[in-house]
C-alpha cells in the first residue's frame, strides 16, 4: 500500500492544472504513504528513511499552492538537450578533445540536414501537381510512418508533426478530400478518432474468420447486430459472405485536463501464427451507449472488453469489432488501488461477447494478470492473457488513464 500511495502522489503532482480539490488529493496521497511507510522497514527492505529526495517530497503541494503545476519547471527539455548535443556527439569521439570533436560532429552533422533538407525540397518541387489528398490518407498496412519523411520534418520544424485524425475526419465529412476512397477509413466521435489501413489485413468468409479467429460465436453475433439495427443478416446464406478484416487500428484521444491533442495509440486483433500461437488481442475501454464522456465520466458507462477482430461486411460501409468482455468487481482494491476483473463467461462455459460498432471503443485499456501467490507454471508473456481469467484494470498504464480512471 505505501508504494501504491507513492505511485498516487507521483501521478497526481504530474497533473498539468489543479483545483483545491485535486491538491487536497496529492497531500492525501502523500500522508497516507507515511502512514504506512513502516510495513517496508518491517519487511527489512529499508533500514530507515533518511532519504534526501524524500524529504523534498514535503515541499510539493506548497509550492503548487504558491507556484502552480510542478510540470511547468520541467527540466526534460534541457536534459534531452544535453543529450542529443553533448553525450550522443562525445560516444563518437576518442574520448580525447572533447569539446573540438563535439563541435566538428555538429557542424558535420548540421551540414548533412541541410543536404538533405534542400534535396527533399527539390524533390517536392519536382514532384508537385501529385495527388495531394490520397498521400494524406495512404499508409501501408502496418501504420507504420515513412522513415524518410519523419527524418526530415525533425529538422525542417521545431517539433514533429503529430497526425490529427480527427481534423482529417472532419475534412472527408466536409468532403474537402473528393478522391478519398469511401468508406472513410478515417473517422471521429467526440472523444476519440480512428485510422484505419486502406487495405484490409485479410479477406475471409465468415465461416473462415471464425475458424482463423476462434471465434465460434461469429456468426450469431453478427446476426444478433444487424438484428438489433433492422438490418437484414439470413444466417446461413450470409456465412460464405466477405468479411474486410484489418489487424489494426489508430486511435487518438484527447487529454483529460485541456483537451489537447494525444498521439495516436494502435490496437491490435492479431489471429494466432507460427511466432505467436495464442495471438495478440489488446483489451479496451468500450462505451456501452454511442456517445459518452470519455474520460471525464471514468468507467461509469463503459465496460472493459478484450479487442477480437476488427472488420466490416463486403456489402456495408460500417467497421465493426468483436469484442469479449470482463466483469468489473464493485470495490476497488485498497491495496492495488485497482479493478479487478473476471472473464464474463455464459452458462455453457464460453467467453461472452458480442460485435459493436468499432467507434464503441473509447481507449486502450491495460491488464495485469491476477496470478495470485503462486504463478502457474505454463504461463508465459504470450500465453498469460489467454490462459488467464482474473485481471487488474491497471490504471499506472499512462497517465492520462490513471486520471480517467481516478479523478471522476
Known amino acids: 500500500?505505501?508504494?501504491?500511495?507513492?505511485?498516487?502522489?507521483?501521478?497526481?503532482?504530474?497533473?498539468?492544472?489543479?483545483?483545491?480539490?485535486?491538491?487536497?488529493?496529492?497531500?492525501?496521497?502523500?500522508?497516507?504513504?507515511?502512514?504506512?511507510?513502516?510495513?517496508?522497514?518491517?519487511?527489512?527492505?529499508?533500514?530507515?528513511?533518511?532519504?534526501?529526495?524524500?524529504?523534498?517530497?514535503?515541499?510539493?503541494?506548497?509550492?503548487?499552492?504558491?507556484?502552480?503545476?510542478?510540470?511547468?519547471?520541467?527540466?526534460?527539455?534541457?536534459?534531452?538537450?544535453?543529450?542529443?548535443?553533448?553525450?550522443?556527439?562525445?560516444?563518437?569521439?576518442?574520448?580525447?578533445?572533447?569539446?573540438?570533436?563535439?563541435?566538428?560532429?555538429?557542424?558535420?552533422?548540421?551540414?548533412?540536414?541541410?543536404?538533405?533538407?534542400?534535396?527533399?525540397?527539390?524533390?517536392?518541387?519536382?514532384?508537385e501537381g501529385g495527388d495531394k489528398d490520397s498521400s494524406d490518407l495512404d499508409v501501408d498496412e502496418e501504420h507504420e510512418p515513412d522513415a524518410e519523411k519523419i527524418h526530415l520534418s525533425d529538422y525542417s520544424s521545431p517539433t514533429r508533426r503529430l497526425l490529427n485524425y480527427f481534423s482529417i475526419?472532419?475534412?472527408?465529412?466536409?468532403?474537402?478530400?473528393?478522391?478519398?476512397?469511401?468508406?472513410?477509413?478515417?473517422?471521429?466521435?467526440?472523444?476519440?478518432?480512428?485510422?484505419?489501413?486502406?487495405?484490409?489485413?485479410?479477406?475471409?468468409?465468415?465461416?473462415?474468420?471464425?475458424?482463423?479467429?476462434?471465434?465460434?460465436?461469429?456468426?450469431?453475433?453478427?446476426?444478433?447486430?444487424f438484428a438489433n439495427r433492422d438490418t437484414c443478416f439470413q444466417g446461413r446464406e450470409h456465412a460464405t459472405n466477405k468479411l474486410y478484416i484489418w489487424h489494426k487500428v489508430h486511435v487518438q484521444q484527447l487529454s483529460y485536463h485541456d483537451r489537447n491533442l494525444l498521439p495516436p495509440q494502435t490496437l491490435c486483433a492479431i489471429p494466432p501464427a507460427s511466432a505467436n500461437p495464442y495471438g495478440r488481442y489488446d483489451p479496451v475501454i468500450v462505451s456501452v451507449h454511442p456517445q459518452s464522456d470519455w474520460p471525464r465520466s471514468g468507467l461509469a458507462g463503459h465496460s472493459v472488453s478484450q479487442l477480437r477482430i476488427i472488420f466490416r461486411l463486403s456489402r456495408s460501409d460500417l467497421f465493426l469489432a468483436y469484442v469479449q468482455h470482463f466483469n468489473i468487481a464493485t470495490n476497488i482494491s485498497p491495496v492495488t488501488g485497482m479493478h479487478l476483473l473476471k472473464r464474463a463467461v455464459g452458462g455453457n462455459g464460453q467467453r461472452v461477447g458480442e460485435v459493436i460498432p468499432l467507434t464503441h471503443i473509447r481507449s486502450p485499456a491495460h491488464l495485469v494478470p491476477n496470478f495470485g501467490r503462486v504463478a502457474h507454471s505454463c504461463l508465459t508473456s504470450l500465453s498469460s492473457y489467454e490462459l488467464s481469467n482474473d485481471f487488474w484494470l491497471n490504471k499506472y498504464f499512462s497517465k492520462e488513464f490513471y486520471y480517467a480512471l481516478s479523478l471522476t
Open 1 to 127: 500500500m505505501a508504494i501504491r500511495t507513492l505511485l498516487d502522489f507521483r501521478y497526481l503532482a504530474q497533473a498539468p492544472s489543479f483545483t483545491t480539490r485535486s491538491i487536497d488529493r496529492v497531500a492525501s496521497a502523500l500522508q497516507e504513504f507515511h502512514n504506512h511507510k513502516e510495513a517496508i522497514v518491517s519487511q527489512g527492505v529499508r533500514a530507515d528513511w533518511k532519504i534526501p529526495k524524500l524529504e523534498l517530497l514535503q515541499s510539493v503541494v506548497p509550492s503548487i499552492r504558491q507556484s502552480g503545476a510542478v510540470m511547468q519547471w520541467s527540466a526534460d527539455i534541457t536534459e534531452h538537450a544535453h543529450v542529443e548535443e553533448i553525450k550522443v556527439p562525445a560516444r563518437v569521439s576518442n574520448n580525447q578533445n572533447y569539446n573540438s570533436q563535439i563541435v566538428r560532429h555538429l557542424d558535420q552533422l548540421d551540414k548533412c540536414f541541410r543536404f538533405d533538407l534542400a534535396t527533399s525540397l527539390e524533390h517536392r518541387v519536382n514532384k
Open 169 to 225: 475526419s472532419s475534412s472527408l465529412l466536409l468532403s474537402a478530400r473528393p478522391s478519398a476512397r469511401k468508406p472513410y477509413c478515417t473517422f471521429a466521435t467526440a472523444t476519440t478518432a480512428f485510422h484505419l489501413a486502406t487495405k484490409p489485413s485479410l479477406r475471409l468468409t465468415v465461416d473462415e474468420a471464425a475458424t482463423t479467429y476462434q471465434l465460434p460465436a461469429l456468426e450469431g453475433a453478427i446476426a444478433t447486430f
